[in-house]
């Protein structure tokens, strides 16, 4: 069955510092999409960044990259050079083939601190 | 472009009554989710559309029903409220199917009492 799971609740780190947000997955699709998302105090969900499961490379968009390592099943966020506005709940999640339902994950809370 | 909005924003409703969520996505996105987001359960699926039609439900109740027009504008229904329907509800936009991304709106934070 497909699942995500995110096994830090909570996480710090000191502004300018890099952190890394663990995500591994599991499915039997070989056809799947992995998303992240930052949801703030306010609920909205905002998208970060995408990692096709046939995609090459890693996924990276500004500040925010995707370590995909497809054997071990992880698609770990790393954000670079933290902001206090980075402080939020972030959540993996996948999508298998043929459709546009998401699988998400507990989530991370990150709380950046000066 | 405009984002992905839903109305109302926030709603009180009290146990048995019933409650219409509204969805509209960015112009041109025709494929529509929604999820139900509650602090005990996280964050779980409920509805599937693409040009009017439900490809997917996700394991909730019969008093959970949703629809998408023409337009790709979206509605969810709740009937029978009960407490534990509280939460906030999420619609989500994309262009077509199995895009790279999909946008979520502000949410409606229901409230039952």
């Known amino acids: 069955a497909q699942k995500i799971t995110q096994t830090q609740p909570g996480m710090f780190v000191q502004e300018k510092e890099a952190v890394t947000l663990d995500c591994t997955y599991d499915t039997s699709d070989p056809s799947y999409g992995l998303f992240w998302y930052k949801q703030p105090s306010s609920g909205e969900m905002i998208f970060l960044i995408y990692?096709?499961?046939?995609?090459?490379q890693n996924a990276t968009e500004g500040r925010y990259s995707l370590n995909f390592q497809k054997a071990r099943k992880s698609a770990n966020l790393v954000i670079s050079a933290s902001q206090l506005g980075d402080s939020a709940m972030y959540f993996c999640a996948m999508r298998e083939d043929n459709t546009d339902k998401l699988i998400f994950g507990t989530g991370t809370r990150l709380q950046v601190f000066p | 472009k405009a984002g992905v909005t839903q109305t109302p924003r926030y709603l009180i409703k009290t146990r048995g009554q019933q409650v219409t969520l509204s969805c509209s996505p960015i112009?041109?996105?025709?494929?529509v989710s929604w999820y139900q987001q509650t602090p005990g359960q996280g964050l779980q699926f409920l509805f599937e559309y693409f040009s009017e039609t439900q490809r997917n439900k996700g394991n909730f109740p019969g008093r959970f029903s949703g629809r998408q027009f023409s337009n790709s504008r979206s509605e969810m229904n709740v009937s029978t409220l009960e407490l534990g329907d509280s939460a906030l509800y999420l619609c989500a936009s994309s262009l077509a199917l199995q895009q790279e991304t999909q946008y979520f709106g502000p949410g409606t934070r229901l409230l039952v009492l």
């Open positions: 990692q096709g499961s046939y995609d090459q």
């Open positions: 112009s041109g996105h025709r494929s």
